[in-house]
């Protein structure tokens, strides 16, 4: 068991490739500014990789500071990641709510949601700076 981030996609309509297409810019802003704990793979020295063509993200973190891969790919149902709060949490974190906010039939959940509507881990900061620097809001209601 690990802290884990959980996300589904139930449509693959045009609406929702336009949206990943969208939402790129600031997936590679956010792996930009995480560039310092972000590779493809932890025992990679790779960027992340970001393919618009075939509609996924894929990341980890650097060596042991890396856990189970963040691999977001359109058309998947179901996918969740283990980041057991290493540093690329926050930047997971990010990518999720920038994916949500861009792509109709995505959502998210995470061991880091409460039912009292608090946040756990990275989760605020990750809010905080998507707001900021994007203007997405998010909450639990979204």
Not at 20 to 35: H, T, W
Not at 36 to 43: A, F, R, S, T, Y
Not at 53 to 71: Q, Y
């Amino acid at each position: 068991m690990g802290y884990t981030h959980y996300w589904r996609y139930c449509d693959n309509t045009d609406a929702d490739k336009e949206g990943f297409k969208k939402a790129l810019p600031l997936v590679r802003d956010i792996c930009q500014r995480y560039k310092d704990v972000l590779v493809k793979e932890c025992d990679e020295d790779l960027p992340p990789e970001i393919n618009e063509e075939n509609c996924f993200i894929r990341f980890n973190g650097i060596e042991e500071n890396g856990h189970e891969t963040f691999l977001f790919k359109l058309g998947e149902d179901f996918n969740f990641c283990k980041t057991a709060r290493k540093p690329y949490d926050l930047p997971v974190c990010e990518c999720l709510i920038v994916l949500a906010a861009h792509i109709p039939s995505v959502s998210i959940s995470s061991d880091g949601f409460w039912e009292d509507g608090e946040f756990d881990g990275e989760w605020e900061t990750a809010i905080q700076n998507v707001k900021e620097l994007y203007g997405i809001e998010f909450s639990l209601s979204d």
